[in-house]
């Protein structure tokens, strides 16, 4: 093998059998600056582009297009990601992470070993490889992307996505819903057709559903709602305990690892079986089904609220497409046929139709004649208000309330004000925090950003003392621009609240990107074959007696010739070294998602 | 320009589809992305035009339909908010306006029950003041005093009374405040005593679904006719769903009380949800309790709610709300109240379908933040 060449993404990096085969200049048929179109998942992430008219997803050099959103840290200290690292993360589960987007926002800091990672940092390790996938695609930089996150995500979940990308080194062109994605990637397809849609979309963590009109080429999204900490996963972890319990006695957490990891086979089995044994472990749709009952019930009155929020019924609705790998489970079939009672479609990728709908959105962005026609409007689902006080009686007077501007699922870009005054006529100063969510108080929603204004005073003969107007605007990249407007003087105050809190500084940036800079690339680490060994390490967990010594030998040797940096030898021990592995994981290769 | 001439249609056309079309064009000559400003304009007389045309379909020909300049939901819901705001002030002039002043947004179920007309409002006025009237004990127990000033009071006394209150162990006369304010919600219901009667009703639920459901009529029937919700609440299926799984209580409470807490709606009316936390707790159901404080995550911190100075907060003119002292001291005696029910409920188990063990018990290991079912170890 040839000396890696860390520099530049376009070259290649990979000799024969991973070759440069995939290393298609895509770049000349979309024109320059290519902006790509991401979902970043839960469970899975992939990068797509529109190629020809028509949306496709970008494959790694293992072939894959589904990331594996893991991030976890070899013995040497490198950073794995995608495939490898969820190997990893079976055999040593506390050397890494997955399912951080659930943490999206919060402060939360995990700790491997003597190592630290946000959540943003892990999501911008995944993006960071997303980037890669496609620049060997494109044989180019890729800068731009339309990244989607859930409907429900609030701002500052948002935020910390942005945060994200600007750490992998990408500019976000757009935010795009994940339903809306999904709805986009629809409406592309049919694009004459006059319809009413629900886009049902369970993923590994986090439930959405939207509503939406698809007419003239025009896709009206009426309302979304959802659960950011309700998906696959939960229905896993629910069957995992079930299961525990059942068992009895205790397991380590790499033994828990690895039985999450049966179990989830297996659950995906139940797609297309009643039942599943696998590995001793044998569940059925019933299991399923009873041990992620209060999972189930969560679901129904998310869907009403957002029928009841888009004004529409459940009989009026044409569709209700499948989004995420977790709508494949025959409980969701049940619910939406017999209990919601609406027509199910399953004719989009649920595994990557949001990505797809993400390159649409950021191929309209580029201004491509492809998706000229198509308009998209959305909604913002969470109410966006301001901190009041309220008088009650003579003299009690109580901070902490909740003023809704901008309800919930109205259509953006918005822009809506409401009248305030000062408590007292002494009063010449109030402060406007800016909060979004749905709750009565303040201080169970999300704090966005605060300014002063001044001047309010009571003088005599003034006809609106100490009222002031308080504007909020909204736009589609969910900028938040607030106006004040103080009635009497007619003096305006404005403030565009960017910066929420989670959003890093350059300097942050910087820290966080040299954090997740690899060490020197050498053949032992390039994505292959850190794969191949996270995946051998795996097995040799699993196999034992002369089978583990078998794959010991292989394996030793796989190691020493990428140590020696020696192409020919490198290459022998790899084919040496599969023959053994490929057969014992072809059970586990049948239930990834299949292209389509 | 009024909404039609935004959309370049027919002075008073009201056809969905023409003007969904007239839409269209307009949408394409100001995208979303592109043209912001124009967008909104576009929107705003759009979303005024369709609900235009649902009324005039919906209703007859001849109702008017108000716009003004600035049309859209924006100038229709300070309209209507203005209305509120004038009779908020008439209230607030009102000697009997107390701390239970209630509205709520968002379940419009759960609607400010407030009359709007001046004769019913006589009715209210004439009700019986609660201060000469409420039962008074010669005893020097703090407890009837907190009555007193649940109706009556201000925030910062009453929340220290009722902290005191919950220290106290007078389980008798807590029974006492219970079914004392038990009878002023049967006799006139004062302003916010809907509510009250309405808690009781979620408190006595999983007990005596019977003694729930009626008073839950007596909140009904203080409303305005016109007002009066659809019993048929929405959502009470999937409360229902939840519960049947949850709740080892026999059909009908856990029905009365799936109704009840549907009728507040999960998120418009936290309040309920924390009765229903509440009753969890007595139920013993730790899983419910799990669920349900997803839905009021803070009830720790409401109980030890603790009177905060306002600062520099503006003040709502637009709108005639709760006082949230009423709704913490709600909180407040809820609890106070859980205490004195299941007192009662332990003089005559068999008829509430509770065990033996004394539910005063738990709820003594809760309110130390113990779970109420495991055993007391030893030390
Ligand atoms: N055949 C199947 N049966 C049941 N569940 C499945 C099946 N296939 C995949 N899943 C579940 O789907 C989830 C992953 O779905 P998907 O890749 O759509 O999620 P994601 O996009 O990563 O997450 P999110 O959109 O919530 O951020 C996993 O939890 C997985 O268990
Ligand atoms: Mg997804």
């Not at chain 1, 609030?154 to 976000?172: K, P, W």
């Not at chain 2, 001291?329 to 009662?344: D, G, K």
Request: overall charge negative.
């Amino acid at each position: 093998m040839a000396h890696p060449t860390p520099a530049g993404p376009c070259e290649d990096w990979y000799d024969e059998p991973w070759g440069a085969a995939t290393a298609q200049a895509d770049a000349k048929d979309a024109g320059s600056a290519m902006i790509v179109g991401i979902d970043l998942g839960t469970t899975n992430s992939l990068v797509s582009i529109l190629r020809d008219g028509g949306p496709v997803a970008l494959a790694n050099e293992l072939g894959e297009e589904l990331t594996p959103s893991a991030v976890a840290f070899a013995e040497d200290g490198l950073l794995l990601v995608g495939r490898p690292a969820r190997d990893r993360l079976v055999h040593d589960p506390k050397s890494g992470c997955a399912f951080f987007k659930r943490d999206m926002g919060t402060e939360r800091r995990y700790v491997f070993g003597k190592r630290k990672l946000t959540p943003v940092e892990c999501s911008a390790a995944i993006l960071r490889e997303l980037k890669r996938i496609a620049e060997i695609h494109l044989g180019e930089t890729v800068r731009q992307a339309v990244i989607s996150v859930p409907a429900y995500f609030h701002d500052t979940q948002r935020q910390a996505t942005v945060s994200a990308a600007n750490i992998a080194g990408l500019e976000v062109a757009r935010v795009i819903n994940e339903p809306t994605a999904a709805a986009l990637a629809y409406g592309h397809r049919h694009p004459d057709q006059e319809t009413q849609l629900m886009v049902f979309d369970l993923g590994g963590g986090t439930f959405d559903v939207t509503v939406l009109n698809v007419f003239e080429n025009v896709i009206e999204v009426l309302a979304s709602a959802g659960d950011s900490a309700l998906g696959g996963e939960d229905y896993t972890d629910e069957l995992l305990k079930v299961i525990l319990e059942k068992r009895g006695g205790s397991l380590d957490a790499s033994g828990k690892a690895r039985l999450r990891q049966t179990i989830e086979l297996a659950k995906r089995g139940l797609a297309e079986h009643e039942s599943v044994e696998r590995d001793g472990v044998s569940i059925s749709r019933a299991d399923l089904a009873s041990a992620g009952r209060h999972l189930t019930a969560r679901l129904r009155p998310i869907v009403m609220r957002c029928l009841r929020d888009a004004k529409t019924d459940v009989s009026e609705l044409v569709d209700c497409l499948l989004v995420g790998g977790a709508t494949r489970m025959s409980l969701v079939d049940t619910l939406l046929r017999e209990t919601i009672v609406v027509p199910i479609n399953r004719s989009v990728d649920p595994d990557r139709v949001v990505a797809y709908g993400a390159a649409i959105q950021a191929a309209a962005i580029s201004k491509n004649e492809a998706v000229r026609d198509l308009i998209l409007t959305d909604v913002c689902p969470h109410t966006l208000g301001t901190e009041i006080s309220k008088q009650f009686g003579k003299d009690s007077i109580q901070d902490g309330f909740f003023e809704p501007i901008i309800d919930r699922n109205v259509t953006v870009p918005v822009s809506r004000a409401v009248t305030l005054s000062t408590m007292h006529a002494r009063q010449d100063k109030v402060t406007i925090n800016v909060f979004q969510g749905e709750s009565r108080f303040v201080k169970e929603n999300t704090f966005l950003g605060a300014f002063e204004i001044k001047g309010l005073r009571h003088r005599p003969s003034q006809k609106h003392p100490g009222e002031f107007e308080v504007r909020y605007s909204y736009d589609m990249n969910g900028i938040l621009e607030v106006e004040v407007n103080v009635l009497e003087s007619g003096k305006k105050y404005k403030k565009v609240i960017e910066s929420r809190p989670g959003e890093l500084t350059p300097a942050e940036v910087e820290a966080a990107v040299r954090r997740l800079q690899p060490l020197k690339i050498l053949p032992r680490d390039l994505l292959p074959n850190r794969a191949r060994i996270e995946r051998a390490n795996r097995l040799f967990a699993e196999l034992a007696g002369t089978q583990r010594q078998e794959l010991t030998h292989r394996l030793d040797a796989f190691e020493a010739a990428l140590e020696s940096q020696d192409g020919e030898r490198i290459r022998i021990a790899t084919s040496i070294l599969d023959e053994f592995v490929e057969p014992l994981f072809d059970a586990e290769a049948e239930s990834r998602p299949e292209t389509k | 320009m009024t909404p039609w001439e935004v959309l370049g249609l027919e002075d008073g056309e009201s056809d969905r589809a023409v003007i969904r079309s007239a839409y269209v064009v307009k949408l394409r000559a100001h995208r979303p992305d592109e043209d912001p400003e124009g967008f909104r304009r576009v929107r705003d007389a759009y979303e005024f035009l369709k609900s235009y045309a649902d009324h005039r379909r919906d209703e007859d020909e001849d109702s008017e339909y108000e716009y003004d300049d600035e049309y859209g939901d924006g100038a229709r819901d300070a309209a209507s908010k203005h209305e509120h705001d004038v009779e908020f002030h008439e209230l607030l002039e009102r000697d009997d306006l107390t701390a239970s002043e209630h509205a709520s947004h968002g379940d419009p179920s759960f609607r400010d029950t407030r009359p709007r007309e001046p004769e019913v409002d006589k009715n209210l006025a004439a009700a019986p003041a609660p201060r000469d009237e409420l039962p008074l004990p010669e005893s020097e127990s703090p407890i009837p005093n907190a009555i007193h000033q649940y109706f009556t009071g201000s925030n910062e006394e009453l929340s220290a009374l009722v902290w005191k209150l919950t220290e106290a162990d007078d389980t008798e006369a807590l029974a006492e405040i219970a079914s004392g304010l038990e009878r002023r919600a049967h006799e006139g219901l004062p302003r916010g005593g809907e509510f009250l009667a309405l808690e009781l009703a979620t408190i006595w639920a999983p007990i005596d679904f019977e003694r729930a459901l009626a008073l839950s009529e007596v909140v009904y029937n203080s409303m305005p006719p016109d007002e009066r919700p659809d019993w048929k609440f929405a959502g009470i299926d999937e409360v229902k769903a939840v519960l049947d799984e949850r709740l080892y209580l026999d059909e009908n409470a856990r029905h009365g009380m799936a109704r009840i807490i549907a009728r507040g709606g999960w998120e418009g009316e936290p309040t309920l949800t924390v009765s229903a936390l509440l009753k969890a707790k007595v139920a013993r159901d730790g899983a419910l309790h799990e669920w349900l404080k997803r839905h009021a995550p803070d009830l720790e911190d409401y109980i030890r709610f603790k009177s905060k100075k306002s600062r520099h907060k503006p003040i709502d003119t637009a709108e005639g709300s709760i006082g949230c002292g009423g709704w913490f001291v709600r909180i407040w005696l809820i609890w106070v109240l859980m205490r004195a029910c299941t007192a009662m409920g332990n003089e005559s188990n068999e008829n509430y379908g509770v065990d033996d063990n004394s539910h005063y018990e738990r709820l003594e290991k809760l309110r130390r933040g113990l779970d109420p079912t495991e055993p007391e170890r030893p030390k």
